[in-house]
């Protein structure tokens, strides 16, 4: 069985930093493409990063390109989201996924954790 489990939100004033992780058991990080995902209240969630199986390739939403970085820890199976220069837009519930493949369905969730941006 597969269990994606987020740490690491909390309350931050607007420019702070919060590293969020993603513990990963019942898959192998070196064979899926994962991603970080939020949702903020009355919207739709939105993709926010992904990272290849490899590491070789790592893609950004633009809101996020250049204050977030996402890495993983195969030997650890550990996902994380180094978050700077946070915004109150920042604001939401982050999520990990998992996907087999490029393009694929992201088939595996984890329950999220509430990250919050004050001005």
């Known amino acids: 069985q597969v269990h994606l489990v987020e740490s690491g939100g909390g309350l931050v004033q607007a420019g702070g930093s919060l590293r969020l992780s993603c513990a990963v058991d019942?898959?192998?990080?070196?064979?899926?493409?994962m991603g970080w995902f939020r949702q903020a209240p009355g919207k739709e969630r939105e993709f926010v990063a992904a990272i290849s199986w490899s590491g070789g390739s790592i893609s950004y939403a633009g809101s996020v390109k250049g204050r977030f970085t996402i890495s993983k820890d195969n030997t650890k199976t550990t996902l994380y989201l180094q978050m700077n220069s946070l915004k109150p837009e920042d604001t939401a519930v982050y999520s990990c996924?998992?996907?087999?493949?490029?393009?694929?369905?992201?088939?595996?969730w984890g329950q999220g954790t509430q990250v919050t941006v004050s001005s």
């Open positions: 996924a998992a996907a087999v493949g490029v393009g694929l369905p992201y088939i595996y």
């Open positions: 019942g898959l192998t990080l070196s064979r899926h493409y």
